[in-house]
């Protein structure tokens, strides 16, 4: 299905419907296409802006929260990035996960992505998500004009988790991720060195009962987690970024939002390669945003939401200047002999005409 896009709504930062607001977006969207990977039909909306050119644009992939779906995409704090898609010229493409279980997928309902976590319970999915997002790629650099040096990913929570699994076993065909309200897993199942090393932006919320800051049990015993720190410290060290950050504390422009965000940029890593942290003061477990505000219903359930960033502009931001760059992991050499046969020649024949003096 195609219809145009005149007007989102608000959800909340993976999670919940909330009232309607209208926003200036006049691109297309097309709504339950469908590819076939691994023997599952698997579904995807996908975003093209307003006046797309013929060159070749960015692709944004944005993956749902965890028991969530790719519509949320179009609704909520999220929703931001078709006005950025409008204005900077990029496709967004907002797939389904699977169903935890059954593995399999649908054009609505509640599905789970197969992030890093090997402690997943009740969220396990099992499913080649990589392999899907990796084909689902092939299929938008087909249709479209896509510029394979600049394809991004981000979600929130279990969304967010997946982003870091592509950061790890699809870093030849992302150029940056985002994770929001997401940690690294303590029981991984991923490759644990990536083929190249993306550029990676973590925004976490100090009081997120589901995805704790200071690490340990996601809510429903759904896996551990590094704290946001550790996960910061993790990729920086793995892109060997500088080890002081620049330090930005934005303007604190709801005194009532439980408290202001911090932001810390690490440079200087291999390839030019960079780690961008927020720390969002007092939230919990919703995506930041000035012009999505939560209902007092929602922070009920999920904790407070910052209205101090609008969390799609920081992305796109971070996003927009990273291109993908062939920055390899150093793996050590083995040991070729047959590269020592000329010396090992060199050596017999001296010892040889030594023994004959």
């Known amino acids: 299905m195609t219809r145009l896009m005149p007007a989102l709504a608000l959800v909340f930062a993976g999670a919940l419907l909330l009232p309607r607001t209208a926003l200036a977006q006049f691109g297309t969207l097309v709504e339950n296409v469908t590819l076939q990977h691994a023997?599952?039909?698997?579904?995807?909306?996908?975003?093209?802006?307003?006046?797309?050119?013929?060159?070749?644009?960015?692709?944004?992939?944005?993956?749902?929260?965890?028991?969530?779906?790719?519509?949320?995409?179009?609704?909520?704090?999220?929703?931001?990035?078709?006005?950025?898609?409008?204005?900077?010229?990029?496709?967004?493409?907002?797939?389904?996960?699977?169903?935890?279980?059954?593995?399999l997928s649908g054009p609505m309902g509640e599905f789970n992505w197969n992030d890093c976590r090997n402690d997943a319970g009740v969220s396990e999915t099992g499913a080649d998500d990589v392999g899907f997002i990796g084909a689902l790629v092939d299929w938008m650099e087909v249709n479209f004009n896509i510029d394979a040096l600049r394809v991004y990913a981000t979600g929130p929570s279990n969304g967010g988790m997946m982003s870091y699994r592509l950061a790890f076993e699809?870093?030849?065909?992302?150029?940056?991720?985002?994770?929001i309200v997401a940690n690294q897993p303590v029981n991984s199942e991923c490759v644990p060195l990536p083929v190249n090393r993306p550029s990676l932006l973590i925004m976490?919320?100090?009081?997120?009962?589901?995805?704790?800051?200071?690490?340990?049990?996601?809510?429903g015993n759904r896996g551990s987690v590094l704290s946001a720190e550790q996960t910061r410290d993790y990729w920086r060290s793995l892109l060997g970024t500088t080890p002081m950050p620049q330090h930005t504390v934005f303007p604190d422009l709801d005194p009532n939002d439980g408290g202001v965000v911090e932001f810390d940029l690490y440079t200087g890593g291999i390839g030019g390669k960079r780690v961008a942290f927020y720390r969002v003061n007092g939230a919990g477990h919703l995506t930041s945003s000035i012009s999505h505000q939560a209902t007092p219903e929602i922070e009920?359930?999920?904790?407070?939401?910052?209205?101090?960033?609008?969390?799609?502009?920081?992305?796109?931001?971070?996003?927009?200047?990273?291109?993908?760059?062939?920055?390899?992991?150093?793996?050590?050499?083995?040991?070729?002999?047959?590269r020592l046969l000329p010396v090992l020649i060199v050596v017999g024949f001296l010892l040889f005409i030594r023994g004959q003096a």
């Open 170 to 179: 699809l870093s030849d065909r992302i150029a940056a991720v985002a994770g």
């Open 39 to 103: 023997g599952v039909t698997r579904y995807f909306n996908y975003y093209l802006p307003f006046g797309l050119p013929a060159s070749h644009v960015p692709l944004l992939l944005v993956l749902h929260g965890g028991g969530r779906s790719k519509d949320d995409v179009t609704v909520g704090a999220l929703s931001r990035f078709a006005g950025l898609a409008d204005t900077h010229k990029f496709i967004i493409v907002a797939p389904n996960g699977t169903v935890p279980g059954t593995g």
């Open 300 to 338: 009920q359930i999920f904790g407070k939401q910052n209205h101090d960033i609008e969390t799609a502009i920081e992305i796109w931001s971070f996003f927009e200047n990273e291109t993908l760059t062939q920055n390899p992991i150093e793996v050590p050499a083995i040991p070729q002999p047959w």
């Open 204 to 219: 976490n919320s100090t009081a997120d009962v589901y995805m704790p800051w200071g690490g340990g049990q996601v809510i």
